[in-house]
């Protein structure tokens, strides 16, 4: 029985090593002014930055894959796994590239089920998704993403970040100028974040907002069934306005200077109030939380 299962491993082994059989390794000079467009259908792809005004594309692809294309053109470079003909099914058609790019060019990158990590790149950055997770950790201008069912990790900053998905989830640790992201039913995540002004709208997602900086900020969060919990640094000038259909709304009275009630809506403020937020729901529930400062 030992050695079936020794033999199982190392037949299955061989079987995924010759589908990795075809592989690549080429460069493409660039100017500063083209775009490097990427279009991958499964497996996964890391875009990095670095100083050089090459494109270098290195890794290896699936069998059924015919090959990675490459179109070149004066405000674009096109690089893209054609998938052979006539093929039955959707197997072994998983490209896996690493592509080093000049951290000063846009990325525009289409997905289907592949996964994406990019790192360092400092213009836009535009990413369309299916199913496929993506990961960015840059400093980069505007970054726009599009996804049905991926999830959604950003790290470092941002002018200008938008986000939109069916069900897959955000999680945002990095300042933005401005901050939008609608989804129907991915949660969002957002911890130590400084922002200037935030959009966010979801259906039914769970919204969590941890240790988040304002500086003289304007935000609005509608949340239609799902909850929001707004945790605040206790040091933070800032005024809220709450409106809850038929949901709950938890607040902490001794957290705050002033606080106004009406039928349907609160008014609750700390310090001056520099900053405003607007919080909604309709049956969900609304949880305020002042956070100590423990350093």
């Known amino acids: 029985m030992k050695n079936l299962l020794i033999l199982s491993l190392i037949f299955f082994g061989m079987i995924k090593i010759f589908s990795l059989e075809n592989k690549i390794d080429k460069i493409l000079e660039t100017t500063s002014n083209q775009t490097i467009s990427v279009k991958v259908m499964d497996g996964s792809l890391k875009i990095k930055a670095w100083d050089k005004n090459e494109v270098w594309i290195k890794g290896n692809f699936e069998k059924n894959v015919d090959k990675i294309r490459f179109d070149e053109q004066s405000n674009n470079i096109l690089i893209k796994s054609d998938i052979k003909n006539n093929l039955k099914n959707r197997k072994n058609i998983r490209v896996f590239l690493e592509i080093f790019v000049p951290k000063e060019n846009d990325i525009n990158i289409d ?72 989804t129907s039913s991915g949660n969002i995540n957002l911890t130590e974040t400084l922002v200037k002004n935030i959009n966010i709208f979801s259906t039914n997602g769970e919204i969590k907002i941890k240790g988040l900086k304002f500086d003289k900020s ?75 400062n423990t350093d």
């Open 111 to 182: 997905l289907i089920n592949a996964e994406c990590e990019i790192t360092g790149v400092e213009k836009n950055i535009s990413v369309t998704s299916t199913s496929g997770n993506i990961k960015i950790n840059s400093n980069s201008k505007d970054v726009d993403i599009v996804t049905i069912n991926g999830n959604v990790e950003l790290k470092g900053n941002s002018n200008i970040f938008q986000g939109t998905s069916i069900n897959g989830n955000f999680l945002i640790n990095g300042d933005c100028n401005i901050l939008k992201i609608k």
């Open 218 to 292: 304007n935000c609005e969060i509608i949340n239609i069934r799902g909850n929001i919990l707004f945790l605040i640094p206790q040091e933070e000038s800032i005024q809220i306005m709450i409106k809850s259909i038929s949901g709950k709304v938890k607040i902490n009275k001794n957290d705050f200077d002033e606080i106004y009630k009406e039928e349907k809506s609160f008014k609750i403020k700390k310090g001056s109030g520099e900053s405003v937020v607007f919080l909604e729901t309709m049956i969900g529930e609304i949880e305020i939380i002042t956070q100590i």
